[in-house]
T-cell receptor
Framework: AQSVTQPDIHITVSEGASLELRCNYS??????LFWYVQSPGQGLQLLLK??????LVQGIKGFEAEFKRSQSSFNLRKPSVHWSDAAEYFC??????????FGQGTILTVHP | GAVVSQHPSWVICKSGTSVKIECRSL??????MFWYRQFPKQSLMLMAT?????????EQGVEKDKFLINHASLTLSTLTVTSAHPEDSSFYIC??????????????FGQGTRLTVV
C-alpha cells in the first residue's frame, strides 16, 4: 500500500528565508507525486507534480521540488518565503488515474 | 485549467437528517471522481472512488449505506450523508480525474464543503 510521511508538523520561518518541506513516500511502482497547498477552510491548490522526466520540478508561486528515488523523497523548496505562503502543505502520492494518498500535512508559519 | 465546483461550501444540519453535496466538473468530462474527508487538523482521507454509471468503491472503514455516492453523469457526482450525526462533521472534498493527454491524468479538486451537524 502506498503511504506518505511528512516528518514536520509545523515549521516557522522568517519572511525572506529559504524553505524546505520534507516528504517521504512508499509506493511499489513509479510514483506520481504532488504538492498541494491549503489555506484555512479552503480547498486544495496544486503547486507542482512529478510524473516522469526531469527530477527537479518547477511549480507555481516560485516553488520547486526534487524527486530522489534513492531516498524515496520529494521535498518542496522555495528560496525566499513570502508572508502569503503561510498555509498548510500536503504531499501526496497517486496512481495514474488520480487516486491520492496524502501525508499528514505541514503547517507553515511565516514571521515578518 | 480544469475547474471543479463543489456545492454547498458549507452546511449546517440537524442530527438525523441527510445532506447532499454536489461535485461538478465544469469544463471537462470526469469518468472518475473521488471523495475525501478531512477532520480538523488532520490530513485528507479518501472515502470512495466514484465511476460514472457504476457503483462507487469505498475505502475500508467507510460505511457505504451512510455515505451514498451517485455518479449519474460525466460531470456530476453527489455525496449524500444519511442520518448525519455530530461525528460526521468534517470537511468533505471531491476531486475529478481529467484526461490531459494519452499518458497524463490529473485530479482537480473542488473547494470543499464544511459540514456541521448539530
Amino acid at each position: 500500500a502506498q503511504s506518505v510521511t511528512q516528518p514536520d508538523i509545523h515549521i516557522t520561518v522568517s519572511e525572506g528565508a529559504s524553505l524546505e518541506l520534507r516528504c517521504n513516500y512508499s509506493y511499489g511502482a513509479t510514483p506520481y507525486l504532488f504538492w498541494y497547498v491549503q489555506s484555512p477552510g479552503q480547498g486544495l491548490q496544486l503547486l507542482l507534480k512529478y510524473f516522469s522526466g526531469d527530477t527537479l520540478v518547477q511549480g507555481i508561486k516560485g516553488f520547486e521540488a526534487e524527486f530522489k528515488r534513492s531516498q524515496s523523497s520529494f521535498n518542496l523548496r522555495k528560496p525566499s518565503v513570502h508572508w502569503s505562503d503561510a498555509a498548510e502543505y500536503f504531499c501526496a502520492v497517486g496512481t495514474s488515474y488520480g487516486k491520492l494518498t496524502f501525508g499528514q500535512g505541514t503547517i507553515l508559519t511565516v514571521h515578518p | 485549467g480544469a475547474v471543479v465546483s463543489q456545492h454547498p461550501s458549507w452546511v449546517i444540519c440537524k442530527s438525523g437528517t441527510s445532506v447532499k453535496i454536489e461535485c461538478r466538473s465544469l469544463d471537462f468530462q470526469a469518468t472518475t471522481m473521488f471523495w475525501y474527508r478531512q477532520f480538523p487538523k488532520q490530513s485528507l482521507m479518501l472515502m470512495a472512488t466514484s465511476n460514472e454509471g457504476s457503483k462507487a468503491t469505498y475505502e475500508q472503514g467507510v460505511e457505504k449505506d451512510k455515505f451514498l455516492i451517485n455518479h449519474a453523469s460525466l460531470t456530476l457526482s453527489t455525496l449524500t450523508v444519511t442520518s448525519a450525526h455530530p461525528e460526521d462533521s468534517s470537511f468533505y472534498i471531491c476531486s475529478a480525474r481529467a484526461l490531459l493527454d494519452m499518458d497524463n491524468t490529473e485530479a482537480f479538486f473542488g473547494q470543499g464543503t464544511r459540514l456541521t451537524v448539530v
